[in-house]
């Protein structure tokens, strides 16, 4: 986070938490709900400004609850989560994945392929779905660990089964699950509101 930031925070660390302003689309653009209604699912304005989506990005974190939150200043903004926490693609060079927020993807723990077609990844700086426009150049990266193609054996896996499979120099479980269950599984709250008891 910004050191301005955490300044703001020791200062003021009792200013409350706000929900139902922010959210984020599986695309990775952070949407402003002025009525404050993200919860009822509305598709909120899009923000365009890079130096604010520079700072929010720089700022975008989470609690031990999984809820991610933007730090504006001494005040959490709590983010509706559309798809995942983080949104994944692949970086320039093509060799490495990238969050929207710019940070790099060092490893990468874990994968899951929904129900609906989405991969999702667990990596070293949280929960992240690879965006669709990146997805066949994904799938296409994915091997087996003898280097072969892993896409032909990933469309015949069923719900719960597995496969070990290689990418972006880690290798990890791939899971097939619901798309219900991925926040669960994945350990982020896509809905915050209010503080956990």
């Known amino acids: 986070m910004d050191p301005q930031v ?30 404050g209604d993200a919860a009822e699912h509305t598709p909120g304005e899009s923000i365009s400004n890079t130096q604010i989506l520079g700072f929010m990005a720089r700022n975008y974190a989470h609690d031990d609850a999984g809820r991610w939150y933007f730090q ?8 509706r989560v559309d798809a995942a926490p983080l949104i994944l693609r692949g970086a320039d060079e093509g060799e490495a994945l990238v ?10 723990d874990a994968w899951w392929l929904d129900d609906t077609g989405a991969l999702y990844a667990a990596t070293d700086i949280g929960p992240g779905v690879v965006e669709d426009r990146d997805l066949p150049a994904v799938l296409d990266a994915l091997t087996l660990p003898d280097g072969s193609p892993a896409l032909d054996r990933i469309a015949t896996l069923k719900a719960g089964q597995h496969l070990e499979i290689c990418a972006y120099g880690s290798t990890a479980t791939l899971t097939v699950i619901a798309r219900s269950d991925v926040p669960t599984t994945m350990g982020f709250v896509a809905l915050p509101a209010g503080d956990p008891t």
Not at 12 to 29: E, I, Q, Y
């Open 72 to 79: 504006n200043g001494p005040q959490r903004v709590y983010v």
């Open 6 to 35: 955490l300044d703001a925070v020791a200062r003021w660390p009792n200013v409350p938490a706000v929900h139902g302003w922010l959210s984020l689309d599986g695309r990775g653009r952070f949407r402003l709900h002025p009525q």
């Open 99 to 108: 969050a929207h927020t710019g940070a790099a993807i060092a490893r990468i």
